[in-house]
């Protein structure tokens, strides 16, 4: 890295940063949307859905925009959800904080790439328990390169890591098909290629939060939880997480367990 980019102070990157994953919220908010629907995420322009009006640019300003319009359109008055300023900050927070924790690195900027792509993945499988391929493969592709360029004497770990963590959740998918979709083991290739090696434990704690949910379900619900689906996105998002900050440390702490 070039001594005019470590010579910038990290808060000021991570800043930056955070600006940048405010506009990439702003684009998620359409992407949440739109996707599920069938319908364009770059053409119409964006508008209310209330009225159908086409939004200017000051109405378009991440976050700030809904909270000087009190969240309510300024055409129709129609009520803005808050998920839509939520999508924005947490974009724009979690970039900011992979890039405050890995600092201003390659690996930084892998972190705060699957960070940013947790957000709709998330959202858009707790409302349609779907995961898009749109978003998480050419994440995966790009969070590959990342992972090779910033340990290339290592850079068949990403690989492998990418290769079976996606393997794996095929394997599930294939075994039972009406429990696992195939777009988790898609999202668990991107997980394993930005993580290495510390998806294990973000797959361990995927899991563990699953079945504990599972168990509180059964608890609650009797046999009738057994119908209930539950999309596992975002547990993979939540272990990925965890994984990204202690996944080292966890790996590190297991492997001497066993040596």
């Known amino acids: 890295m070039s001594t005019a980019v470590t010579s910038v102070p990290t808060w000021w990157l991570a800043l930056c940063a955070g600006l940048f994953g405010l506009a990439i ?3 998620w908010t359409v992407v949440v949307w739109r996707w599920p629907r069938g319908e364009s ?4 322009r964006s508008h ?9 640019t000051h109405e378009l300003v991440p976050v700030g925009s809904w909270l000087w319009q009190r969240g309510h359109c300024r055409g129709c008055g129609a009520r803005i959800h808050w998920r839509y300023p939520a999508i924005e900050a947490a974009t724009g ?6 890039i405050l924790h890995f600092g201003p690195t390659l690996t930084g900027v892998a972190a705060a790439l699957l960070a940013m792509v947790l957000v709709p993945v998330v959202v858009i499988d707790l409302d349609h328990q779907l995961i ?6 050419p994440a995966a592709a790009l969070g590959l390169a990342l992972g090779i360029a910033a340990h290339p004497d290592r ?3 990403p690989i492998v890591a990418a290769l079976g963590a996606g393997g794996f959740m095929f394997a599930l998918w294939l075994a039972y098909p009406g429990g696992m979709g195939l777009g988790d083991a898609k999202f668990a290739l991107l997980l394993g290629a930005v993580l290495g090696l510390s998806v294990i434990p973000a797959l361990g704690i995927a899991f563990a939060v699953g079945a504990l949910l599972g168990i509180v379900m059964i608890a609650r ?10 999309p596992f996105g975002p547990f993979l998002a939540a272990g990925a997480l965890v994984a990204l900050v202690w996944g080292p440390s966890i790996v590190d702490w297991y492997t001497s367990k066993i040596a």
């Open 155 to 157: 850079w068949w770990v």
């Open 221 to 230: 619900h009797g046999a009738q939880a057994r119908k209930m689906a539950v």
């Open 132 to 137: 898009p391929d749109v978003i998480v493969l």
């Open 41 to 44: 995420v770059v053409a119409p």
């Open 93 to 98: 927070l979690l970039a900011a904080g992979a």
């Open 48 to 56: 209310c859905t209330g009225c159908n009006r086409t939004l200017h």
């Open 25 to 27: 919220g702003s684009f």
